[in-house]
Nanobody, 121 residues
Framework: QVDFVEAGGGVVQPGGSLTLSCTVS????????MGWYRRAPGKQRELVAI???????HYVDSVKGRFTISRDDAKNAVYLQMNSLNSEDTAVYYC???????????????WGQGTQVTVSS
């Protein structure tokens, strides 16, 4: 089991910016992947951005050039800088991690509780 502390959501006008942060804690040996998913009203959850422990990153096409993901392994944290926000970005954003616990052979996946991002004038 892991604990998430997500922050940074809120209401922003179109064209504005927000930065999401997420810190993971618990019984962890290695964090392999961290990232962000989102679920917009009436839509399925989608991957927004993901970063590996080798710093490889992947973005969904709709946010390329506007969002930047980064991580701080010393803090077990991941960040999502979101610029040029528009109404299509309105969603609940969920922190994601894929990691290894001590004494378990397999990797485990977890999602945080989510933080609301609303883009509205």
């Amino acid at each position: 089991q892991v604990d998430f502390v997500e922050a940074g959501g809120g209401v922003v006008q179109p064209g504005g910016s927000l930065t999401l942060s997420c810190t993971v804690s618990g019984s962890i040996v290695t964090i392999y992947t961290m990232g962000w998913y989102r679920r917009a009203p009436g839509k399925q959850r989608e991957l927004v951005a993901i970063i590996s422990n080798g710093e490889n990153v992947h973005y969904v096409d709709s946010v390329k050039g506007r969002f930047t993901i980064s991580r701080d392994d010393a803090k077990n944290a991941v960040y999502l800088q979101m610029n040029s926000l528009n109404s299509e970005d309105t969603a609940v954003y969920y922190c994601y991690t894929r990691l290894k616990h001590p004494f378990l052979l397999t990797k485990s996946e977890y999602w945080g509780q989510g933080t609301q991002v609303t883009v509205s004038s």
